[in-house]
């Protein structure tokens, strides 16, 4: 039936026009290179936000930037710990994913601090009282024990927890940055009194005779560097304590898990915690 004055009869399809499947197909083709084209606009715009913008959030701060900041946070936990704090080795953990787009890695640093078993809530305690305050440290009972918890700026996180019977770990974490130019590992410079102090330590427990590990280091808030060098494990005798009793300047610590005296400027503390002991000999940073 014909339409009269251009209405279509009551129940009749309009027409399909020939060129109605063709236009479709236009639409969804300019839609895709739309979508394409706006997809890469926006990697334009991050790459030049990333290489020109100042940081605003850490996925934008490389390793090499955080690097410094991780330092002296590592600083700043030695000096709120006191004699016992041990510097533990920088760790990169590569692999990360800064974004769906780009691998990232991650700097941790640490510090092992020995007391007394049941000493370990209060050295946190410690520790978090002695923080600046802008880091606004804290510590509270979770169901793994107390942990401490602190910002010490530039997205560089701090934590703390018990490791084991008188054995805190305090740890400064970058999170998953860009890579940058890498870790610049501060300046160490010669291990003079704690090389010393560590290969008498050795000779009183009859360990090995070998050179200690390469010194890690941090600067001080003060001013100043905290180093310590360590160890390699080795079987203990059977009374660690009593052997190095002739050589301990000045008692500090004397329990099942570590025994620690000071030997000038100079902690040396006996892991005794394994099947190993571990020495160091560390300098600290005035509190």
Request: charge should be negative.
């Amino acid at each position: 039936m014909a339409p009269v004055n251009g209405v279509e009869a009551a129940g009749q399809a309009p027409p399909t026009g020939p060129d109605q499947p063709a236009t479709s197909r236009r639409w969804w083709r300019w839609l895709l290179a739309a979508s394409v084209a706006w997809a890469v606009l926006l990697g334009a715009l991050t790459w030049i936000s990333v290489r020109d913008d100042p940081p605003t959030v850490r996925e934008q701060r490389s390793l090499s930037e955080a690097g410094p900041v991780i330092d002296r946070a590592v600083g700043e936990l030695v000096a709120a710990a006191g004699d016992t704090a041990v510097l533990t080795p920088p760790e990169v953990d590569r692999g990360c994913r800064v974004t769906p787009f780009a691998d990232g890695a991650d700097l941790s640093r640490g510090v092992d601090v020995f007391v007394a078993a049941g000493g370990e809530r209060a050295l946190l305690e410690q520790v978090a009282d002695r923080l600046p305050a802008g880091w606004r440290a804290g510590v509270r009972v979770t169901s793994d024990g107390p942990r401490l918890r602190a910002d010490a700026g530039e997205f560089v996180t701090v934590s703390g927890g018990v490791e084991g019977d008188g054995r805190v770990r305090l740890t400064a974490d970058t999170g998953c940055r860009p890579v940058g130019d890498g870790y610049a590992v501060p300046a160490i410079g010669a291990a003079g009194a704690e090389a010393d102090a560590l290969a008498e330590a050795l000779r009183a427990l009859g360990g090995p005779a070998a050179p200690a590990a390469e010194p890690v280091a941090a600067p001080c808030p003060g001013g100043g560097t905290a180093r310590t060098v360590r160890s390699a494990g080795f079987p203990a005798p059977t009374s660690p304590a009593a052997a190095l009793a002739p050589v301990a300047r000045v008692p500090v610590l004397d329990d099942p898990q570590a025994y620690a005296y000071r030997r000038g400027p100079v902690t040396v503390v006996a892991d005794l915690s394994g099947d190993l002991v571990v020495l160091s000999a560390s300098t600290g940073c005035a509190a």
